[in-house]
Nanobody
Framework: QVQLVESGGGSVEAGGSLTLACAPVGSDFRIIAAGWYRRLAPGQLREFVAGVTRDAKISYGEPVKGRFSISKDDAKNTIFLQMDSLKPEDSGVYYC???????????????WGQGVQVTVSS
């Protein structure tokens, strides 16, 4: 089973930047496709933020287009989310989700990270 480690969350003033990172624990799994989602308030559904597909196609949710950038570093086996021009309405818990290829072969599992808090103050 894949375990993901997310990092980079925190507090920032409006207009500031943060970079989130997500990687599988250990070296048994390689990232094939991944995305970031967020839950802006307790009880709300997670919304799509950004994603990169198996064939490297990138897409963004409308609220973050032009401000956020997703990237996959194959050498580091890590997915990043660069968040610029942050707004208070970007505040919430950000989750990494991905599809992974086991180095030893077999089925490709999917997994969610536990989430990191992003707080943007006005």
């Amino acid at each position: 089973q894949v375990q993901l480690v997310e990092s980079g969350g925190g507090s920032v003033e409006a207009g500031g930047s943060l970079t989130l990172a997500c990687a599988p624990v250990g070296s048994d799994f390689r990232i094939i496709a991944a995305g970031w989602y967020r839950r802006l308030a307790p009880g709300q559904l997670r919304e799509f933020v950004a994603g990169v597909t198996r064939d490297a196609k990138i897409s963004y949710g409308e609220p973050v287009k032009g401000r956020f950038s997703i990237s996959k570093d194959d050498a580091k086996n890590t997915i990043f989310l660069q968040m610029d021009s942050l707004k208070p309405e970007d505040s919430g818990v950000y989750y990494c989700n991905g599809e992974f290829r086991p180095v030893s072969g077999g089925a490709w599992p999917t997994a969610w990270g536990q989430g990191v808090q992003v707080t943007v103050s006005s």
